[in-house]
């Protein structure tokens, strides 16, 4: 896919109204072309806010009386029993009911085991795990700056101590970006914390002259997917410092920094290339 078919249907792949094969292309697009990183992130974070202005707008919100009137008739239809389920349920038919479900149960499970299906569920499971990560990849940059930078000092501090935690994470994350890179990674604190909600285990680094900070989101939100899918890492700029982010397992990892896109994002390749082997 070239830069100018991506912004053609860029629009249509926010809205998710793309062909699953087509999102496929795009994601693989996104993943190569920093440019176009740069204008869609630009472009979702302008819809994100025109969408949070119009429902915060006082013509658009629901009246209270409205809503609870809604909601007690929606438990009372729930609740009322309708004539299909009566005749549904009758002694007579419940066998016969129950029999024609599972074999289309059956046939169904057959239709979607087939491999001609594989594509389209690996793309939503791209499309899932793309909006898995964005949603904290802004968390994450907010941490970075308001836990690793702004208690630098205290990091540095600390830096020579020993304690478990630090001993898992520097064989876990240091020494493999130690054995990848020529330049000195320095571990310099490993904990646990929590910012907006979010709780992460925090691992700082220090690369040359940069401070790295890789987090691991604790709640496992995410979707475990297939190794393809584990392998893709998702960059974009995030109140001004680079978030690479990728997927291990059903765990959301994200590497933020002031480094350059293409530094972060071999720290980030470096790091899921390792948990993959």
Not at 51 to 68: H, L
Not at 108 to 127: C, E, H, I, T
Request: aromatic letters at 8%; one cysteine or more.
């Amino acid at each position: 896919m070239q830069c100018r078919e991506f912004n053609e249907i860029s629009e249509a792949y926010l809205s998710d109204e793309l062909l699953v094969e087509t999102n496929i292309q795009v994601f693989r697009h996104l993943e190569n072309c920093p440019k176009c990183r740069e204008q869609f992130a630009a472009k979702r974070e302008l819809r994100n806010k025109v969408r949070a202005a119009v429902k915060r707008t006082p013509e658009f919100q629901i009246n209270p009386a409205f809503a609870t009137r809604l909601s007690a008739n929606l438990k009372q239809t729930a609740l009322r029993e309708s004539g299909w389920q009566k005749f549904l349920f009758a002694p007579k038919l419940l066998i016969p009911v129950m029999a024609s479900l599972l074999i289309f149960a059956a046939l169904g499970f057959v239709f979607l085991s087939s491999p001609n299906n594989q594509p389209p569920q690996l793309a939503q499971s791209q499309k899932t795990l793309i909006d898995g990560l964005t949603e904290i990849a802004l968390k994450a940059a907010g941490n970075h700056e308001d836990c690793a930078l702004e208690n630098m000092p205290m990091w540095e501090k600390m830096a020579e101590r020993d304690y478990a935690e630090k001993a898992i994470y520097t064989e876990k994350v240091a020494k493999p970006l130690q054995a990848k890179f020529s330049d000195k990674i320095e571990m310099l604190h490993a904990h646990d914390c929590i910012f907006e909600g979010k709780e992460f285990t925090h691992v700082i680094l220090r690369r040359g002259t940069q401070i790295v900070s890789v987090f691991f989101d604790k709640s496992d939100v995410l979707p475990e997917v297939n190794t393809a899918t584990n392998a893709s890492i998702i960059c974009e700029k995030e109140k001004g410092f680079q978030v690479a982010s990728f997927q291990h397992k059903n765990q959301a990892i994200f590497v933020v920094s002031e480094m350059s896109e293409t530094e972060n994002l071999s720290v980030a390749r470096a790091l899921s290339d390792s948990f993959a082997a």
